[in-house]
């Protein structure tokens, strides 16, 4: 049971981990979006 428990766990903080990369990189993408949307000359 604790063995289970622990492979849950460590499943859990990988997925929660992953996550975190995924939003960041569509905050990226979206503020990349943004600079070229401004109008601004060399911004894209």
Request: aromatic residues 4%.
């Amino acid at each position: 049971m604790k063995k289970l428990l622990t492979i849950f766990a460590i499943s859990g903080s990988m997925l929660f981990l992953s996550a975190c990369n995924t939003v960041d990189g569509a905050a990226k993408d979206v503020e990349s979006v943004g600079d070229c949307a401004d109008g601004v000359q060399g911004n894209c």
